[in-house]
């Protein structure tokens, strides 16, 4: 390992420009890292890990019914615009990304605080269970238990704004961002490039490690891969295009260029248990056994594993010795006839326009064709695919790439509600497998219930059978677990895992230069 | 300036043979051209339509267009140069420095997008190394003395701002900026009115005499060869049939053809003294027309250009080209309108046949076609047709001269297929064309054979009234002769009435019985054609017949 | 001149009205909800419903084209869902880029393709013309992402010859321009070949040559102005062909034009900005006939008279 | 029968009847000629990183990105980019000739109307048009056809109704209107087929862009659904292996190529012999 240096100025590409860099509002895996460095929130993670600790929060107390959460704040911590920061900043922040005004993606995330709903429904602009009895107190109180609450205020929407900022701003605060974050936004020139530098007087010692990093956005990664060849980019966000991997993996400076590391994200394809033939489990899992996996991964160069169950591996919970459905082609065929349809029958699947995911709907395509299933292929826009997904009836089977589940907090429960609970079996919803078990259902929520620290491992074996025995009903079949990959500069040090962030893309705070 | 006895020869054109590419293989088109042009005489070349009198002007430039035709044997020396085996730059500096050329399109000839004054100078300082104000001084130098008006202002004009006979004087001023050796004018008045003519043809004489070059003026009016010709050449299918001193040559020509064509000249005041022209087919009976209603009734026709166009505030100036016309025609009568180029005359016939936009009355055989649509016109159609000016541009260049004559037959279901062919063949035959003719397409024929395809296809319907604008103007006289007749025999065995639009005097007393005179949109003078001819009251159509020449080189105008 | 001004102008007015109602027509028909798109696969039946309200999109569809055209009337673009800012702004900071490009890229299409198209005219049925025929339907036929990215491969990767990527200096528009341009350049060849060998047919030509002319300055002087009129026509279309391939080339060469955020902004069904952006766009297309209207008489004077 | 003659006579032209004849019957004749199906995603077509084939004895042009065999793609392709090159160019130019040619004929009222329908249609984003079309049909050969056709239609009519406009002032018009030929023997007997070289030009040149635009469409969705195979989505599935995998991107290019110039060299040789101005010209 590296010593870690401080200093240095980096350059990273990314393809897609920068939405906004609002917290209550940014919701895409690029500008998600940016904003976990301009704010800081009550908690965080150790770099590199799915870890909690407390950050803005200097200590922090859970009632042990788990409805009531005390937070001390740390003292003297600044806005980049010289105010401390105190406890009704918290308050105000969070109110402030469940407000509807906001048009906020992570409102539902705080629907376990007490006077979520009068908010949402418009009753009324604050939350009764925040709290602020003096300037570094902050008190939680939840209308349910709710175990991820912790992780729920380390997430993006639960960032600390001075409230004069955002007011200053006039609905522009996505531009002009003021946190007390590790980073400062210097410059934004729209289409082109932001550049942060580090805050000077960020509350945690040697945080950050760079002295600057310059975003360059519209790069295609093609070209941002050539230019970090040059030494012109040392992070190409996009990572290795598929074009490029093999060449560059078999190049002699590709084990220096290559950041692989697993993520939260599991690729599935879901099963509409309420279009026929895919009403009949058996069916379903017929299907799950006509999959050849290792195919897709050979497609996918290498760099993803097969899945055989919705939790992905690095995720707490997930059961290492299930073994889910072999691929086994006889089988699947027997399976079928015994439900039914033993010449196979016609169907649609649904996929992402985006490369690879074409591809991998058509060696899907192909694996349905040899047990009789004749799948045809609609690759479409990303929105239309989640259209067609939430609404009822339409789509008998969505590949899920590139729209694939990446969890927004490292716990098993962020894998269920809205994909697999009958919550998100609903007209918009998520749960493209319109697949609702009221049993499963209540297990879940017993689990979710369980915010005894003390219980966690015991909570997490609970939530990893929920998931090994959703896989009896085969809503899903879950195809690969695919790690991402960074191509970075040989300059530039640190482990894979702060360039493959579970919680985070890149780790900003934790990357350094080694030259 | 005085001339030696023997004046040098300045070109000499021996044996000179020119083939035609065609699908079938080589076609001869000029056969065995010999001739000598000496210093400071013109020599005229004449010739019916089609006998090769631009093709040879054209292998003298060096400019044939060379997928077509080419030079197979025989040479072109200017004062002992040869020019055929010329390098192509060597060829440049010669062309528009020792021989200039007027062509024989005044309208298409000058480039649309550059100024007079450009075009101008840019010779000059190609061949004079001039540069920018003294080319410019000569430019004006040159206008003035082609005798165009405001020269100054007419260097920063446009060639569309120009009158036909403008164009043609900045043509010949571009052609003799260079003071040329030899001057090849091809066909330079046919486009224009008598009075312009007779300037420009003075023009050229004194130009002529002022430089000392010497002219080839290619022309198959015989009365301008006889006022212009110092010597004269006769051309018949690609063969000169004649040459010889103007005086001897129209005094006593010796080939047939020749004969034939100062015969066939009509003379201003040949036909005084007669009211109608005279008969052709004498065996029929005088029809008499007077107490018949009229065909064509016209009463205060206004024609405007540029109307409303658009459908928002969209409105040009408009410009009113022809008012308060109005004149009728009796069945079997022909009513001659005779006026300077730009008077109205061809508007007037467009009008009087419904196509274009007019105010005013137009009764063709007691029906109004005011307002009338396209498909009510049909009818109409079939009793009155037009001749157009300009033939090339009226035929369908991708359409088959039989199939363009068939055309008539086909809008008003007037033949089944296999009379078609019988009928297009007869009316062929009918205005002299082979009806082999048939298959061909407009672009092989002559500018005189066109015209006679046009007239075939306004036959074709039997119509009573035929709008003939300028319809014998490109013919040579020959065929102009033949031409008249069959439209006087088709008038009398027919009973048609014509509108004769003319700007050659002699064709219109030869065909007339009554005759217009326009001039700016109005007619100034109209009566029977012995009134105007005989005792014209106007001094404008006083001047148009003065300005006609005479076809005898002894009876030249004094310039 | 003056009535036609006012004409033209209420025209484009109409015009771009026409493209705002099918526009709006068109992306309402779309079955993606732009309130789903933003709420994210986390969001509450509840919080999607709030957005919906808030973005006004729970409206008849006419109130909430009424609503959009009265902003327009007060400049007012809207405001971006994804990006929650004004549109009108989004678009001003990267539409002088685009022009920059599609100027570029004309300039690059009309220059090659009237080369191309004038020697092969003139050398007409020679190897030289079958040459450039050739090239012309290499151009029209090669993918423009593969072009861009070749022609960055040679140029700036291996000869280093122009940067790969950005934007500000005239080295940055090269490329861009150039991959644009070609495409364009095979049809202006193919146009301006026909055109010329038409015009060189013509009587005029025939006196310039009289003249004892150079052969230069007949071509040049004499036969391309005449043969100019049918290419002017073609730019005003061109512009609106370039919009994809804006888009394409603004991707490879990280050129920050409205191509990308047209692009993102489909994605996400951002209607706002798609608006906007199709808005401009057709203005583009509008004041491009009308520059080309303009300069139809200054090349030909028969144009000015009427 | 005597265009085919005067046509065998030009070497250009037969060497594009020819290419052209080829193409087409390998279109018919694909089943019988290729080696394996189009869309079997074949183990050993694969590298064991996930990389295709280049050419060799086994897979003759090299595979593609899911191991499937390219000469055998490029064969049954050829029937889907024949039918956009072909048929939804042709449509377009029909659409293109038929509005243009209308609105520069016609005055008045119609004739206005038409125009800025088409200025409208001009300044509308047509690829907006594609992706709403995307999402709302089933996407199918045809639709893609009836797509692009609208899509194209929009500059031909342009560029038709200048050519018209000029055409109308014409003498010739003037004297067929005075023999009183209705406006569609005007229009369809002295005016088409003077517009049948610019028909021409677009009708060749808009094969190699309809064949590529089709990619693009399939790309948003509304073209040829996977696998069925397309000289377009070949490419465009492949194009940033333009340097990894050369013959993916570069191979199918060239047989666009290589095709609209052949379409291109017949259809020169059809507008000389269907033009009778340039009979005897060079
Ligand atoms: N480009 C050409 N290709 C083939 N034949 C031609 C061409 N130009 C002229 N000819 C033929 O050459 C012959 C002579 O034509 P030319 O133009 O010299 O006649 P002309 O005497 O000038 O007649 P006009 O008085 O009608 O102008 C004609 O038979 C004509 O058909
Ligand atoms: N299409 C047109 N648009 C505008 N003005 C026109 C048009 N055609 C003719 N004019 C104008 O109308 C006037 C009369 O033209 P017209 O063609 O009738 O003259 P003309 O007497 O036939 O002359 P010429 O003997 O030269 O043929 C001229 O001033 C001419 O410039
Ligand atoms: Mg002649
Ligand atoms: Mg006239
Ligand atoms: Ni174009």
């Known amino acids: 390992q590296d010593a870690i240096k401080q200093g240095g100025d980096i350059v990273i590409t990314y393809k897609d420009d920068i939405a906004t860099l609002d917290p209550a509002i940014g919701y895409d895996w690029v500008n998600w890292s940016m904003i976990k460095s301009l704010y800081s929130r009550l908690m965080d993670y150790t770099p590199g890990t799915p870890d909690l600790i407390p950050s803005l929060a200097e200590t922090y107390e859970v009632s042990p019914d788990g409805l009531t959460y005390t937070f001390k704040l740390r003292k003297g911590v600044k806005f980049t615009n010289g105010r401390e920061v105190v406890a009704s900043d918290v308050k105000y922040s969070i109110e402030r990304a469940v407000d509807p005004k906001t048009q906020g993606p992570g409102a539902g995330f705080f629907g376990a605080i007490k006077g979520f709903d009068a908010v949402t429904g418009g009753a009324s602009t604050t939350l009764e269970g925040i709290a602020t009895p003096d300037d570094s107190t902050v008190i939680f109180t939840l209308s349910r238990p709710d175990a991820t609450f912790l992780h729920v205020l380390a997430i993006n929407f639960a960032s600390v704004v001075p409230k004069e900022a955002v007011e200053a701003a006039a609905g522009d605060f996505g531009k002009k961002p003021v946190g007390s974050g590790t980073f400062v936004l210097k410059e934004w020139t729209v289409g082109q490039r932001l550049v942060f530098e580090r805050n000077p007087d960020y509350f945690v010692k040697d945080m950050p490690h760079i002295d600057k990093f310059t975003v360059e956005v519209g790069q295609e990664p093609l070209v941002a891969l050539l230019r970090l060849q040059k030494g012109e980019v040392d992070i190409a966000g996009d990572g290795i295009p598929p074009a490029k991997f093999v060449e560059i993996k078999n190049s002699p400076e590709g084990a220096d260029i290559i950041v692989d590391g697993a993520q939260l994200h599991t690729g599935y394809i879901t099963l509409n248990t309420r279009v026929k033939p895919f009403d009949n489990v058996k069916v379903r899992q017929a299907l799950n056994m006509a999959i050849n996996k290792e195919r897709i991964t050979r497609i996918l160069n290498g760099r993803a594993t097969a899945a055989n169950q919705p939790l992905p591996p690095l995720m707490p919970g997930y059961d290492k010795s299930f073994t889910g459905y072999a691929f086994d082609v006889e089988k699947a065929k027997a399976l079928l006839a015994e439900a039914g349809f033993p010449d196979g029958f016609e169907t649609i699947l649904y996929s992402t326009n985006t490369d690879p995911q074409p591809r991998i709907a058509q060696a899907i395509q192909q694996d349905l064709a040899a047990v009789g299933v004749k799948a045809e292929v609609r690759a479409l826009a990303q929105a239309n695919v989640i259209a067609a997904g939430g609404t009822e009836g339409e789509a008998p089977m969505i590949w899920s790439g590139g729209m694939a589940w990446i969890a927004d907090f490292p716990d098993p429960s962020n894998f269920y509600g809205p994909i697999l609970g009958c919550a998100g079996a609903v007209q918009g919803g998520w749960n493209w497998s319109w697949y609702c078990n009221k049993d499963l259902d209540a297990r879940a929520i017993a689990a979710d219930s369980m915010s005894d620290p003390a219980k966690a491992t015991e909570r997490q074996a609970v939530w990893g059978k929920i998931f090994t025995d959703i896989m009896a009903d085969a809503p899903w079949i879950p195809l690969t677990n695919e790690r991402r990959v960074v191509a970075k500069s040989p300059r530039m040090g640190g482990s894979g895992d702060i360039y493959v962030d579970p919680t985070r893309v890149i780790n900003y705070d934790a990357i350094f230069v080694k030259d | 300036m005085t001339f030696p006895t023997a004046a040098p020869t300045v070109l000499t054109v021996n044996k000179l043979c020119v083939d035609a590419r065609t699908p079938e293989g080589l076609r001869r088109v000029l056969d065995d051209i010999s001739f000598e042009l000496k210093l400071g005489e013109t020599l005229c070349i004449a010739g019916e339509s089609g006998s090769g009198k631009s093709v040879t002007s054209l292998a003298i430039m060096g400019l044939l267009p060379k997928a077509s035709l080419q030079i197979a044997s025989g040479s072109i020396a200017l004062e002992g140069r040869e020019l055929s085996r010329l390098s192509n730059s060597a060829m440049r500096s010669v062309r528009g420095g020792d021989i200039a050329m007027v062509f024989q399109e005044p309208m298409t000839s000058l480039n649309p997008v550059m100024s007079i004054g450009a075009q101008l100078t840019e010779a000059i300082r190609e061949h004079q190394g001039s540069q920018g104000n003294t080319a410019e001084a000569v430019a004006l130098r040159m206008l003035d003395a082609v005798h165009i008006t405001e020269p100054a202002k007419r260097l920063k004009q446009f060639p569309h701002e120009l009158s036909g006979g403008m164009r043609q004087r900045v043509m010949i001023a571009m052609a003799l900026s260079c003071r040329p050796k030899v001057l090849i004018a091809d066909e330079p008045t046919t486009a224009l009115d008598v009075t312009v003519q007779a300037q420009i043809l003075k023009l050229m004489d004194e130009l002529k005499r002022e430089f000392g070059a010497s002219i080839i003026l290619i022309t198959h009016d015989m009365g301008v060869v006889a006022q212009m010709a110092d010597r004269v050449v006769i051309m018949q299918a690609g063969r000169i049939i004649e040459q010889g001193n103007a005086l001897p040559v129209f005094n006593a020509p010796k080939e047939r053809y020749t004969q034939d064509l100062l015969a066939a000249v009509p003379r201003l005041g040949a036909h005084a003294g007669t009211d109608g022209p005279p008969r052709v087919s004498p065996q029929i009976g005088e029809a008499p027309a007077l107490d018949r209603a009229p065909v064509l009734t016209v009463r205060s026709l206004d024609v405007t250009y540029g109307k409303a166009t658009g459908w928002l505030f969209g409105k040009k100036p408009p410009a009113s080209a022809v008012s308060g016309v109005s004149f009728e025609i009796l069945p079997g009568q022909t009513l001659g309108l005779v006026g300077e180029s730009g008077s109205g005359k061809s508007t007037t016939g467009k009008a009087v046949l419904g196509l274009i936009p007019f105010t005013g009355d137009v009764v063709i055989d007691n029906c109004n076609i005011g307002g009338l649509s396209q498909r009510q016109m049909r009818p109409v159609r079939r009793s009155a047709q037009m001749i157009f000016q300009d033939p090339y541009a009226s035929l369908d260049p991708r359409m088959a001269v039989g199939a363009a004559i068939a055309e008539p037959l086909i809008i008003h279901g007037l033949a089944n297929k296999g009379e078609r062919g019988d009928r297009v063949a007869e009316l062929l035959r009918r205005v002299g064309l082979d009806p082999d003719a048939a298959s061909r397409y407009p672009h092989e024929f002559s500018g005189g054979q066109r015209q006679r395809i046009c007239i075939a296809r306004a036959l074709a319907l039997n119509p009573k009234l035929i709008v003939a604008d300028e319809s014998v103007a490109a013919l040579d006289v020959s065929v102009r002769a033949r031409v008249l007749d069959l439209m006087l025999e088709l008038q009398e065995t027919l009973g048609l009435a014509y509108l004769l639009i003319s700007h050659d005097m002699a064709v219109i007393e030869r065909m007339s019985h009554n005759v217009a005179v326009m001039r700016s949109g109005r007619i100034v003078e109209m009566g029977s054609r012995r009134s105007v001819f005989e005792s014209p009251r106007d001094a404008y159509t006083q001047a148009l017949m003065a300005a006609v020449p005479i076809p005898d080189p002894a009876l030249r105008h004094v310039a | ?306 | 029968m005597r265009i085919l003659k005067s046509m065998i006579r030009q070497p250009s032209a037969l060497f594009g009847l020819a290419i052209v004849a080829l193409v087409i019957l390998m279109a018919i004749a694909a089943p019988l000629i290729a080696p394996y199906s189009p869309n079997e995603q074949m183990f050993d077509g694969l590298t064991l990183e996930g990389a295709p084939m280049p050419p060799s004895a086994q897979f003759l042009l090299g595979t593609d990105t899911l191991g499937r065999d390219l000469f055998s793609r490029l064969l049954f392709g050829a029937r889907t980019s024949l039918v956009i090159g072909l048929v939804a160019n042709g449509i377009a130019v029909t659409i293109g000739l038929l509005i243009g040619i209308l609105s520069g004929y016609m005055r008045g009222l119609v004739g206005n109307a038409l125009m800025r329908f088409t200025d409208l249609m001009m300044a509308f984003p047509a690829l907006l048009l594609a992706i709403v079309l995307a999402a709302l049909l089933r996407p199918s050969l045809w639709i893609v056809a009836m797509v692009i056709a609208l899509v194209n239609w929009v500059q031909v009519a342009r560029i038709v109704y200048t050519e018209t406009r000029g055409l109308v002032e014409r003498d010739f018009i003037l004297a067929e209107r005075s023999l009183g030929a209705g406006h569609v023997r005007i229009l369809f007997h002295h005016i088409l087929p003077h517009l049948m070289p610019t028909a021409i030009v677009w009708g060749t040149l808009g094969i190699a862009t309809t064949v590529l635009l089709e990619a693009t469409l399939s790309f948003l969705g509304i073209g040829v659904q996977p696998p069925t195979p397309s000289w377009g989505n070949i490419i465009f599935e492949s194009q940033s292996y333009f340097q990894a995998a050369p013959w993916l991107v570069f191979i199918p290019g060239a047989v666009i190529l290589l095709t609209a110039l052949s379409f291109n060299l017949v259809g020169d040789a059809l507008r000389d012999i269907l033009d009778p101005t340039q009979r005897g010209r060079g």
Do not use: C
């Open chain 3, 1 to 306: 001149m003056i009535f036609l001004l006012m004409r033209r102008l209420v025209q484009t007015a109409l015009i771009l009205l026409g493209v705002a109602a099918i526009t709006f027509l068109l992306l309402y028909a779309l079955p993606a909800d732009p309130a789903r798109m933003i709420a994210g696969r986390s969001a509450t039946a509840q919080t999607v419903a709030n957005i919906r309200h808030e973005l006004g999109l729970d409206q008849p569809l006419l109130a909430q084209f009424w609503a959009y055209l009265k902003g327009l009337t007060e400049g007012n673009l809207g405001r971006s869902y994804a990006q929650k800012t004004d549109v009108g702004a989004l678009i001003a900071a990267r539409l002088p880029a685009t022009l920059i490009l599609m100027a570029a890229g004309i300039f690059v299409e009309v220059l090659l393709g009237l080369f191309l198209g004038v020697i092969a005219a003139v050398r007409r049925g020679g190897p030289v013309d079958r040459f450039v025929m050739m090239a012309s339907f290499v151009g029209v036929s090669a993918p423009q992402f593969v072009a861009a990215l070749l022609l960055l491969y040679v140029f700036a990767v291996t000869l280093a010859w122009f940067p790969m990527s950005g934007f500000g200096t005239f080295a940055h528009v090269v490329l861009p321009a150039t991959t644009l341009g070609i495409l364009g350049a095979g049809w202006y060849a193919r146009m301006v070949r026909s055109a010329m060998i038409d015009v060189l047919n013509q009587d005029y030509v025939r006196t310039a040559r009289a003249k004892g002319l150079s052969s230069a300055r007949i071509v040049f002087r004499h036969a391309l102005p005449n043969a100019l009129l049918p290419v002017i026509a073609m730019i005003g279309i061109d512009i609106g062909q370039f919009m994809s391939g804006v888009v394409v080339v603004e991707a490879v060469y990280g050129w920050p034009g409205i191509g990308q955020l047209a692009w993102q902004a489909i994605q996400q069904v951002d209607i706002p900005i798609i608006m906007g952006v199709t808005l401009v766009s057709a203005l583009a297309i509008v004041l491009g006939n009308l520059v080309a209207d303009v300069i139809a008489p200054l090349i030909d004077p028969r144009i000015r008279a009427r």
